[in-house]
């Protein structure tokens, strides 16, 4: 199966490389929109800034061409906020998938501490991307901004507030959480998109 991971200026993508390769498969982590295009997967993974990255995918042309893929499409973490429309991190305008607002974290008491670290429960999860056998597993959580509960939220979990843990769109999926960091279930996961 020929992966793709978009490489541009975030980290984490060796992560996912890795944890692909765990699941037999031998991803390749490219720019070349050619090698993009022709992949039957490809990930969008992310750990960085939300508006120097966007200005870089704008630069390269990659803003367009990943809003026009038709293969299933897998955004992580950063990569699943710049698939939505606009995020407060820098007040960026990002790629527009997802008709939803990035929001930054807001502390209510004391213990409330952002950046979001640490292992948090699916819940109302839907999508060939989790089976029902999902709801209430733990996931790895690395993050300051949310995109809040909408139409193409496919699993929520609760951090100061319930926001979305997962969204989907057409061929567009979506994890707030890290499938690469999340064990055993992050794993499964990993392996229902390939599969998809």
Known sequence: MKVAIIKYNAGNIYSVD?????????PVIT???GVI????KVIFPGVGEALSTMTYLREHGLDDFIRGLMQPVLGICLGMQLMCMHSE???TPCLGIFDSEVKRFIPKRHEDKVPHMGW???TDVKSR???PELEGKFTYFVHSYYVPVNEFTV???DYILPFSAALHKDNFYATQFHPEKSGDVGEL???NFLNL
């Open 129 to 131: 991307l989790f089976g």
């Open 120 to 122: 948090n429960t699916l």
């Open 155 to 157: 699993a929520t979990t």
């Open 31 to 33: 720019d070349d929109l």
């Open 189 to 191: 996961i990993l392996r």
């Open 89 to 91: 991190e820098g007040d």
């Open 18 to 26: 890795y944890a692909l390769k765990r699941l037999g498969v031998e």
């Open 37 to 40: 295009r022709n992949a039957e």
